[in-house]
């Protein structure tokens, strides 16, 4: 079974490296890691690809598995990795640039024997810095690996599994710096102009930094659709599942159906489970509970999301229609909100988040993966569309058929009169 899991995750690992939620680190990758690493010396030339991939996914890895649960027990802020990832990155920008800067930098690692921390061995130091701002996709594969770790349930599986996807994420990373290296050896321009390489480099640093900050790469990433999400969600059927089901097992049974396809009708999957432990509500008065059986006699859908989330805010304007169309005849929207990273457990990012995506409907802030637990969700997003009798009739994994679950809703709708 670890073989399968390992295998699982590689090839997840390799799709999530393709996909479009790395645009926003790909300019560093082909700069930095990449055309940054053609070098006369073929030795130097050589470690610095290598060193960006290993230092990203050795950071991600590491901060996606234990960083929500030592954050936990700290009195620090769940978003301060992400921030102090953001302020590495403008000091290693800048030392790219601002030689003085660099050397700086290099100073508390002076005792290093043979080691100069701001140039070619300093590849690692970005890829450590990269690691804490990377956000991809939310796959079946990374959804098991995130809540594993934010649950504190890291098992053996756990791990072989978070093994095969830094391995495959890292081999598609690699691939893209390898490539913008062999370009820039090619290129004379290139080799003649290491200088302006570096502050090209630096440049693109500070620009991911400013990007994230500002949400500008959320903006560029949600006219993206997800080209991936197809193969992503497949994946699991390679082998066993990667998700322990706690649930009921009729609903849990058609969750894991709706990875490889939507139901093409109505269909039963048992009650719908209520919302436990919720950290919060959002957009209700007074911060009052949505109770789902005092919504009985309308049709309800249920959409699980967490905001850095690229494929979640794809399907949001498509919920945000759906609302404004069918609301006078009976449809209500709950959203609950079950971070992926730490950074997104933050109550005011959420309301921001929520804010900025036009989310005016109900949110249950799902800190404690209790709702995620309840209604056996696999990956995010994943929609729930619940009849008026109470029962789940349609769920629907990741982006696209979009005509399918409205009609369902407009079924239902009819049904309920």
């Known amino acids: 079974m670890n073989v399968n899991l390992a295998l699982i995750g590689l090839v997840g690992g390799v799709i999530t490296g393709l996909s479009p939620c790395i645009l926003p680190v790909l300019p560093v990758i082909l700069l930095s890691g990449g055309a940054q690493g053609a070098r006369a010396d073929t030795s130097a030339r050589g470690r610095r690809p290598y060193l960006v991939v290993a230092g990203l996914v050795l950071s991600f890895s590491v901060f996606t598995l234990v960083g929500t649960l030592v954050l936990a027990a700290l009195p620090l802020s769940q978003a301060v990795i992400r921030w102090m990832g953001l302020g590495a990155l403008v000091l290693l920008g800048i030392g790219l640039i601002v030689p003085r800067v660099e050397r700086w930098l290099e100073a508390p690692f002076s005792w290093i024997p043979q080691r100069r921390v701001g140039t070619e061995d300093g590849g690692f ?40 996807f830094a391995l495959g994420t890292g081999l598609s990373l690699l691939l893209f710096a390898l490539a913008g290296r062999a370009v820039a050896e090619r290129v004379s321009a290139f080799r003649r102009r290491q200088r302006a390489i570096r502050i090209a ?30 193969l992503s969600h497949g994946i699991e059927r390679l082998g066993p599942p990667v998700h322990e089901s706690t649930g009921d097992p009729l609903l849990a049974a058609c969750v894991a159906d709706s990875l490889y396809q939507a139901p093409e009708d109505v269909q039963d999957c048992g009650p719908a489970p209520a919302f436990p432990q919720v950290t919060r ?24 999301w967490t905001f850095d989330c690229i494929n979640c805010r794809h399907v949001i ?19 609950v909100h079950t971070p992926e990273y730490a950074f997104e457990r933050e109550i005011g990012s959420v309301q921001a988040a929520a804010g900025r995506l036009g989310v005016g409907y109900p949110i249950a802030v799902d800190n404690d993966y209790a709702s995620w637990s309840a209604w056996n969700v696999l990956a995010w997003p994943t929609i729930f569309v619940v009849d008026a009798s109470g029962t789940v009739r349609y769920i629907a994994t990741g982006e696209g058929r979009y005509d399918q679950t409205e009609r369902v809703i407009e079924t239902l709708l009819r049904q309920a009169g």
């Open 125 to 164: 130091l970005l890829g450590l810095a990269l690691g804490t701002v990377y956000v991809p996709c939310a796959g079946p594969v990374l959804a098991a690996i995130a809540v594993a770790g934010a649950t504190g349930r890291i098992g053996a599986g756990t791990l072989v599994l978070t093994g095969g």
């Open 201 to 230: 480099s630096g440049v693109a640093v500070l620009g991911l930094a400013l990007a994230l900050t500002f949400n500008v790469a959320s903006v560029v990433q949600r006219v993206i659709p997800d080209y991936t999400a197809a």
């Open 281 to 304: 509500w959002l957009n209700t008065p007074g911060g009052q509970p949505v109770d789902l059986a005092a919504l009985r006699g309308k049709v309800v859908l249920v959409d699980f």
């Open 317 to 335: 304007p498509h919920i945000d229609s759906w609302y404004r169309d069918h609301h006078s005849q009976g449809l209500e929207v709950v959203s």
